[in-house]
């Protein structure tokens, strides 16, 4: 069983660009979440997707976007970059949310 | 606001012997989970703590949850080197959905 594959895997974005990253979760699960890592703010949760609505958000700003597919397939857009957007975007799925979450090898985010 | 807080960050031991990692965090929470992260890769689910004086245990790995106390462990016994690597643990912020709010990281070194 294929688990949660992430793209691109590396990535590197000037100031003021926009970027769109992609999610595909194990086949079957319906929910999808993202997180950024960062070594000074930790791991923190952006936003979870279920059936291709938005659940849950968390506190970033709306240069931080969202969508899922109806295949459950989800994408991450930012837009405008910033110097601080540079982390680790991981996301995650799960069948249904509030179970277990298996989490993608994630994309590294450069911003110069 | 959940707020979710690991002790101690940084650990460094020897093999052979036992140590233990605690998570408390602030706010009532259905749901504790422990992951484990090697440098440059994701996140691995060790263990899901669903409910008070949950336990369970993997190999040298054992973790348990108290709600009371709003505490969580992970107990290592007669550590090994291959477990060197940042264990995080992590609440559910709302009850059913997907958004964990997670703590700073065990960054673990487990030495010959």
């Known amino acids: 069983k294929a688990g949660v594959t992430q793209t691109p895997r590396y990535l590197i974005k000037t100031r003021g660009q926009q970027v769109t990253l992609s999610c595909s979760p194990i086949s079957g699960h319906r929910s999808v979440s993202w997180y950024q890592q960062t070594p000074g703010q930790g791991l923190q949760f952006l936003f979870e997707?279920?059936?291709?609505?938005?659940?849950n958000k968390g506190n970033f700003p709306g240069r931080f976007s969202g969508r899922q597919f109806s295949n459950s397939r989800s994408e991450m857009n930012v837009s405008t970059l910033e110097l601080g957007d540079s982390a680790l975007y991981l996301c995650a799925s799960s069948l249904q949310g509030s179970e277990k979450l298996f989490f993608g090898s994630g994309t590294q985010l450069s911003v110069l | 606001e959940l707020k979710v807080e690991q002790n101690p960050l940084f650990l460094s031991m020897q093999e052979g012997k036992n140590y233990t990692i605690y998570c408390n965090y602030s706010t009532t929470s259905d749901r504790l989970y422990w992951y484990r992260q090697d440098p440059g890769k994701s996140l691995e689910s060790l263990f899901v703590?669903?409910?008070?004086?949950a336990v369970k245990q993997e190999g040298r790995l054992m973790a348990s949850l108290d709600t009371k106390a709003r505490l969580s462990t992970l107990h290592i016994t007669a550590a090994v080197h291959d477990l060197s690597a940042t264990y995080f643990c992590a609440a559910e912020a709302i009850q059913g959905a997907q958004k964990l709010v997670f703590g700073q990281g065990t960054r673990l070194t487990i030495n010959p």
């Open positions: 997707y279920f059936s291709e609505t938005q659940r």
């Open positions: 703590l669903l409910s008070n004086g």
